[in-house]
């Protein structure tokens, strides 16, 4: 089956908070994580029979969800997992605040990489929470994040992390996060895995290792966030799982959750079902676009002196240093001219900027030429 991802889809004047947040200013959204690509025909068809039936009272679980998550975690990661693992939530984001908020108390603290996706932030600070900040250092074109940083206090209790990496792109191999679990153990830390961009590797060389299928320590000090929201573009219909084997762990990542964090909605199950067991044909295709989106991209901006991006190995996220640009603000120089980007402070670095590149390749194109026009004036 051919997809066509460089179809136009006008989300301007729809219930997009992408592409809402300029409002009629011609500005190009290239912000938040969601494509600007219509969903695969599978996930379209189950919403639509299951809507047909017309009854949307409370839902339960269905098996069917439950089934093809653990399959698929073994089939593509060689992760068993057990059902009974499973904790349903309407986003990976409620998980990175429910893990703060269980598995630290008052006076101890959080550990996370910076830069670092803004929730992993946020989640420590509406938790009245200290966080450890480990930077990020650029190696052999990877960000990768410094164990060896002399930052800990000795009162961490939780360590944060995220695989693919948000906003580097980096997909950490074996030997990185065996180095990340010897930390855990050094520091008897718990570990928050968001996983939620797993599937979209763009490097051939590449595969994604879930922390918790490292060992059976690993397992059993790890909580792992996981969607198909970002992967098949449904973040709207708000389907996640955190995935808990330790049964102390979960038992309290559940009582912390009771009456605050919702359940599923039904529609959402329905989507995430079909969304991996139908998925997989859409999901190759969307990655050759986005792999060719991101070699162009890397290609038009390290022609220009003054930026500089990594190829990201995963997500459709370009990580662009802008220090040379010698602009106070470069998401505000930026928008400027016309390009919304997520600005680099609430990842943790004033000189960044966020790209996202999962959109169409004129969307793309008219974004360079954009770019370079903005890089030009400096000059």
């Given at each position: 089956?051919?997809?066509?991802?460089?179809?136009?889809?006008?989300?301007?004047?729809?219930?997009?908070?992408k592409w809402h947040k300029y409002g009629d200013r011609d500005v190009l959204p290239l912000w938040v994580?969601?494509?600007?690509?219509?969903?695969?025909p599978c996930v379209i068809e189950a919403i639509k029979k299951r809507a047909d039936h017309g009854v949307?009272?409370?839902?339960?679980?269905?098996?069917?969800?439950?089934?093809?998550?653990?399959?698929?975690?073994?089939?593509?990661?060689?992760?068993?997992?057990?059902?009974?693992?499973?904790?349903?939530?309407?986003?990976?984001?409620?998980?990175?605040?429910?893990?703060?908020?269980?598995?630290?108390?008052?006076?101890?603290?959080?550990?996370?990489?910076?830069?670092?996706?803004?929730?992993?932030?946020?989640?420590?600070?509406?938790?009245?929470?200290?966080?450890?900040?480990?930077?990020?250092?650029?190696?052999?074109?990877?960000?990768?994040?410094?164990?060896?940083?002399?930052?800990?206090?000795?009162?961490?209790?939780?360590?944060?992390?995220?695989?693919?990496?948000?906003?580097?792109?980096?997909?950490?191999?074996?030997?990185?996060?065996?180095?990340?679990?010897?930390?855990?153990?050094?520091?008897?830390?718990?570990?928050?895995?968001?996983?939620?961009?797993?599937?979209?590797?763009?490097?051939?060389?590449?595969?994604?290792?879930?922390?918790?299928?490292?060992?059976?320590?690993?397992?059993?000090?790890?909580?792992?966030?996981?969607?198909?929201?970002?992967?098949?573009?449904?973040?709207?219909?708000?389907?996640?799982?955190?995935?808990?084997?330790?049964?102390?762990?979960?038992?309290?990542?559940?009582?912390?959750?009771?009456?605050?964090?919702?359940?599923?909605?039904?529609?959402?199950?329905?989507?995430?079902?079909?969304?991996?067991?139908e998925g997989d044909e859409w999901l190759a295709a969307q990655l050759d676009y986005l792999r060719a989106?991101?070699?162009?991209?890397?290609?038009?901006?390290?022609?220009?002196?003054?930026?500089?991006?990594?190829?990201?190995?995963?997500?459709?996220?370009?990580?662009?240093?802008?220090?040379?640009?010698?602009?106070?603000?470069?998401?505000?120089?930026?928008?400027?001219?016309?390009?919304?980007?997520?600005?680099?402070?609430?990842?943790?670095?004033?000189?960044?900027?966020?790209?996202?590149?999962?959109?169409?390749?004129?969307?793309?194109?008219?974004?360079?030429?954009?770019?370079?026009?903005?890089?030009?004036?400096?000059?």
């Amino acid at each position: 089956m051919a997809f066509d991802f460089n179809q136009w889809i006008d989300r301007r004047h729809s219930d997009s908070l992408k592409w809402h947040k300029y409002g009629d200013r011609d500005v190009l959204p290239l912000w938040v994580a969601d494509t600007d690509f219509r969903s695969p025909p599978c996930v379209i068809e189950a919403i639509k029979k299951r809507a047909d039936h017309g009854v949307f009272g409370y839902g339960d679980t269905p098996s069917g969800l439950i089934d093809i998550t653990v399959f698929r975690l073994a089939q593509r990661y060689n992760w068993q997992i057990q059902p009974d693992w499973i904790v349903l939530l309407p986003g990976v984001v409620c998980g990175l605040n429910l893990s703060v908020r269980a598995f630290t108390e008052s006076g101890q603290a959080t550990v996370a990489p910076t830069p670092i996706y803004p929730p992993f932030r946020s989640a420590a600070k509406l938790a009245d929470r200290v966080q450890v900040n480990l930077p990020m250092q650029l190696q052999d074109d990877r960000w990768l994040m410094d164990l060896d940083h002399h930052a800990m206090q000795g009162n961490e209790r939780l360590l944060m992390l995220c695989n693919p990496q948000n906003p580097g792109g980096t997909v950490y191999r074996r030997e990185e996060l065996a180095a990340q679990l010897a930390f855990a153990q050094q520091h008897d830390l718990i570990v928050c895995s968001d996983e939620i961009h797993c599937d979209l590797l763009l490097s051939p060389d590449v595969q994604h290792i879930p922390f918790a299928a490292l060992s059976e320590d690993a397992a059993q000090r790890s909580i792992t966030l996981i969607s198909p929201s970002k992967t098949f573009n449904i973040a709207g219909l708000g389907a996640s799982m955190a995935i808990i084997p330790n049964r102390d762990l979960r038992q309290r990542f559940k009582r912390v959750r009771e009456g605050i964090v919702p359940g599923v909605d039904v529609l959402a199950l329905v989507a995430a079902e079909a969304a991996w067991r139908e998925g997989d044909e859409w999901l190759a295709a969307q990655l050759d676009y986005l792999r060719a989106n991101r070699d162009w991209l890397v290609e038009q901006v390290n022609v220009l002196p003054e930026l500089q991006m990594a190829s990201p190995e995963a997500t459709y996220l370009g990580w662009i240093d802008a220090s040379q640009l010698h602009v106070d603000n470069p998401t505000n120089y930026f928008e400027q001219h016309g390009l919304g980007f997520s600005p680099g402070r609430d990842f943790g670095d004033d000189n960044f900027v966020r790209f996202n590149f999962g959109c169409t390749r004129a969307t793309l194109e008219q974004a360079v030429a954009r770019l370079q026009k903005a890089v030009m004036a400096r000059r």
